[in-house]
Nanobody, 127 residues
Framework: QVQLVESGGGLVQPGGSLKLSCTSSDRTFTTSALGWFRQGLGKEREFVAGFKRGQNNAYYSGSVKGRFTASRDVSKNTLSLQMNSLKPEDTALYYC????????????????????WGQGTQVTVSS
């Protein structure tokens, strides 16, 4: 079974930056439809950023647009999320995701469209 492995989480002060990475043993990983979700304590899992299959332009939730940048590197088989200007409300467990098939744009926001999840990496924004 394909596994996704995240790294890069940690504790950062408000206004700081972190970069998350996600890799997989599946060599076709970075050509799939991919995304990042997060889940705060007591909250539902929510979409953060995502790519349609075969495209390099990322889509973002309104709460992170302009602060977060998602990217994928086919040569390194890696999905990344650069997070800048972090706020306490960004505190959550962040998950790397591979979607099932080739979802339409609106389906990127839907967790049920995800086929494979990473184990999650904790991001805590606090002074």
């Amino acid at each position: 079974q394909v596994q996704l492995v995240e790294s890069g989480g940690g504790l950062v002060q408000p206004g700081g930056s972190l970069k998350l990475s996600c890799t997989s043993s599946d060599r076709t990983f970075t050509t799939s439809a991919l995304g990042w979700f997060r889940q705060g304590l007591g909250k539902e899992r929510e979409f953060v950023a995502g790519f349609k299959r075969g495209q390099n332009n990322a889509y973002y939730s309104g709460s992170v647009k302009g602060r977060f940048t998602a990217s994928r590197d086919v040569s390194k088989n890696t999905l990344s999320l650069q997070m800048n200007s972090l706020k306490p409300e960004d505190t959550a467990l962040y998950y790397c995701a591979r979607y099932r098939g080739s979802p339409i744009l609106s389906a990127l926001w839907v967790a049920e469209t995800v086929d494979t999840w990473g184990q999650g990496t904790q991001v805590t924004v606090s002074s």
